[in-house]
């Protein structure tokens, strides 16, 4: 590729703040914030490459993105974008997770059945220009002339400088799948891998029932915990984990722990999850991830416990049944009991239409 800006590129990252009175001082346009795959496109005529938020390919997952690139970005740029799977009308992560797959049949399989779509957001390069030391506005208004006659899957993202509006679309597109908004500086530069903007993302508590845990990828300590909800037929279900733990905390936890680990599997509601087999058929607690693969050479597996602890988490929004982002943990509950922690406490959304949101760009 002959680019004045050439892969791989890291993509410029945004910090987290508490909403709208948290940002410093100075003006801002927001976007909503897409929950897919990040990822910068660069096109030189035929030639099309797409990178990942951590420098991995993702061409090779994504053939019909390609074809839809030289379809309808420039003959010579580079954009940064979000890669998304829209089923019905809301964006899809676990459908989107299953496109990173290492046979090539069946990425060509999943690329008719569940076909993505590319979500662009920033001009970092067109023909013979460099655009990251250009203002963001600046960037922006030569993104949306460029964008002007797009049709799927190639979509522009909307944008506002209008807070009252960006409250309402923070309220509002969750339903479409979307976990917040991004806060742009106007006056902001493209710097690689550096949080130069900002994050608005919703915080919310659940107390969760202590299923389970994996050890740290070190071996001392707890890496994460295995939490579950009880549904409205008293049935517990995984609903995700807690990890991201210090190290003076992984160990506390293992002393507070290891006590239930004696008979946590007898009569435990998710038993047959201690079967390796059992993984194949869909998400259990120790399913290998689509980046690690099955022999990326993280060790999955679990500790069953006695259902006897709670904790209460912090999470930013619920998917399909399952905690979507990072989820940490906030203190453990022995005031509650595990009966008491149902799936009614947690925030479900309105649907909003993906097309809702991509129409706001209008």
Request: proline share 7%; aromatic share 8%; hydrophobic share 40%.
């Amino acid at each position: 590729m002959a680019l004045p800006v050439q892969p791989p590129v890291k993509p410029m990252l945004a910090k987290p703040v508490e909403g709208f009175d948290g940002l410093p001082p100075g003006e801002y346009r927001f976007e909503p914030k897409w929950d897919g795959f990040r990822c910068i496109a660069f096109r030189d005529g035929d030639s099309v490459e797409l990178g990942s938020r951590n420098e991995r390919p993702l061409t090779r997952y994504f053939p019909e993105l390609v074809e839809a690139i030289k379809r309808g970005l420039p003959e010579r740029c580079v954009v940064d974008g979000e890669v998304v799977v829209i089923i019905g009308d809301a964006l899809d992560f676990d459908t989107l997770g299953q496109r990173i797959h290492p046979a090539d049949s069946r990425v060509q399989l999943l690329s008719t059945k569940t076909p993505a779509s590319f979500i662009a957001f920033d001009l970092l390069a067109l023909d013979d220009r460099d655009l990251r030391n250009e203002p963001m506005t600046t960037r922006r208004a030569e993104l949306e002339r460029v964008l002007t006659n797009a049709t799927a899957p190639i979509r522009l993202c909307p944008q506002t400088a209008d807070r009252e509006v960006a409250t309402v679309w923070f309220d509002d597109f969750e339903g479409a799948g979307l976990d917040g908004l991004i806060a742009k500086p106007v006056d902001g530069i493209y710097v690689e891998d550096k949080r130069t903007q900002f994050k608005l993302k919703h915080a919310r508590t659940a107390d969760c029932v202590v299923a389970g845990f994996r050890w740290h990828k070190d071996g001392e300590g707890v890496g994460s915990l295995l939490l579950g909800v009880h549904d409205a037929k008293g049935n517990l279900q995984h609903i995700g984990v807690a990890a991201s733990f210090a190290v003076k905390r992984r160990k506390e936890f293992l002393d507070v722990l290891t006590p239930l680990a004696a008979g946590g599997l007898d009569n435990h509601p998710w038993r047959e999850w201690a079967d390796a087999e059992a993984h194949e058929s869909g998400r259990m607690p120790g399913a290998p991830s689509r980046w690690q693969g099955a022999k990326g050479g993280k060790d999955m597996t679990w500790v069953p416990l006695r259902l006897e602890l709670v904790v209460e988490v912090a999470y930013q929004t619920v998917t399909n049944g399952r905690f979507r982002g990072v989820t940490h943990f906030v203190r453990w509950r022995p005031d509650r009991t595990p009966d008491s922690c149902g799936d009614a406490q947690l925030v479900q959304p309105e649907l909003v239409g993906v097309e809702t949101v991509l129409s706001a760009a209008r």
